[in-house]
């Protein structure tokens, strides 16, 4: 395994993660689920990544119970909160008391002392920004959360927070969790360069774009059975991702990777990696053996040759 540094942080955190969003403490069996966690813990990876809605805590019982084998300071534990986690007007948001409520909710799910990396799921527009920073700030005083970071923040929102922090002397966010794969570029006009410049890292989620990059969906021909486009909660998710002209450029994209005699999700995740900005990518996986195949992206390496050809593909 290679470990990267998240943003200016001294944390070192592998460059493939396993995430547990759409699987573990649901679709997947718990035996199944640990046994996946152990296969990547095997390969070197050491950042888990999870969130207190990932199935109403379920994801967060089943990460922690399978990482208990191991010793606490081997893993960097990361999980998030943001969304709904009840019926009541409090409890969702980025609130002191919301954020306050589901740190201590993961500890006792996670069955730790700490999280290595606490997230603000998203941006909350009804809460006051030094209020979520102050909340968390007291939290990695209290030694209850090491470091944090934000998911899907835009660049305003992110250099908005880091503005307060600097001028209130609170804890700086380490990293942003985004969506970006080679079908999904958005962070790459405004987020990326100012993550670059304030020293914040990218923990990138859906690398593969949901398992379109992975090549098993073929224009003209049926979903194979048991993929998320089959799944009534997973397939309106994928949405434009499916579209005939992505499905040929995936195409396309696999002779590429067969003359690097890797496949084409390797290849999918070696593109994100290419990024010095980006310290993981998380891969889903609910069988051992794709953790496996997965991992193997780290060697995959991509000349100067090899980007421009795919982002002639990419922009075709």
């Known amino acids: 395994m290679k470990y990267r540094r998240l943003g200016n942080s001294g944390l070192k955190i592998s460059e493939i993660g396993l995430g547990s969003w759409l699987t573990y403490g649901g679709t997947v069996q718990d ?3 640990e046994s996946c966690i152990d296969k990547a813990y095997e390969l070197g990876v050491n950042f888990f990544d999870t969130a207190n809605v990932y199935r109403r805590g379920e994801a967060e019982v089943v990460v922690g119970k399978a990482l208990k084998k ?12 943001f969304w709904p986690m009840g019926d009541g007007p409090n409890d969702r948001g980025l609130s002191r008391k919301h954020i306050f409520e589901q740190v201590h909710a993961s500890l006792r799910r996670l069955d730790v002392e700490y999280i290595d990396l606490w997230q603000c799921h998203r941006y909350d527009p009804e809460t ?3 209020e979520t920073l102050r909340a968390i700030d007291d939290l990695i005083t209290q030694g209850k959360i090491l470091y944090a970071g934000v998911s899907e923040w835009s660049a305003v929102n992110i250099r908005e927070a880091l503005h307060i922090a ?3 002397n609170l804890d700086r966010i380490i990293s942003n969790q985004p969506q970006y794969s080679m079908l999904q570029r958005y962070i790459e006009k405004d987020v990326l360069p100012l993550c670059k410049r304030e020293g914040i890292g990218q923990v990138v989620w859906s690398p593969l774009a949901q398992g379109v990059l992975t090549g098993k969906y073929k224009k003209g021909e049926p979903f194979p059975a048991g993929s998320r486009a089959t799944d009534d909660e997973t397939r309106r998710l994928m949405g434009r991702l499916l579209k005939d002209e992505n499905l040929d450029k995936v195409e396309r994209l696999s002779r590429i990777a067969q003359e690097k005699d890797c496949t ?4 999918a995740l070696a593109w994100v990696l290419r990024e010095p ?4 990518v ?6 051992p053996d794709q953790v496996e195949e997965n991992v193997k992206a780290i060697d995959v390496e991509l000349t100067a040759d090899d980007i421009d050809r795919i982002e002639q593909i990419l922009q075709g």
């Open 31 to 33: 035996a199944v689920a």
């Open 70 to 81: 191991y010793a606490r300071e081997s893993y960097v534990l990361a999980t998030k909160a």
């Open 128 to 130: 006051p920004l030094e």
């Open 166 to 168: 600097e001028v209130k």
């Open 264 to 267: 084409i999700a390797q290849l």
């Open 277 to 280: 900005n980006v310290a993981s």
């Open 282 to 287: 998380i891969i889903g996986a609910s069988r």
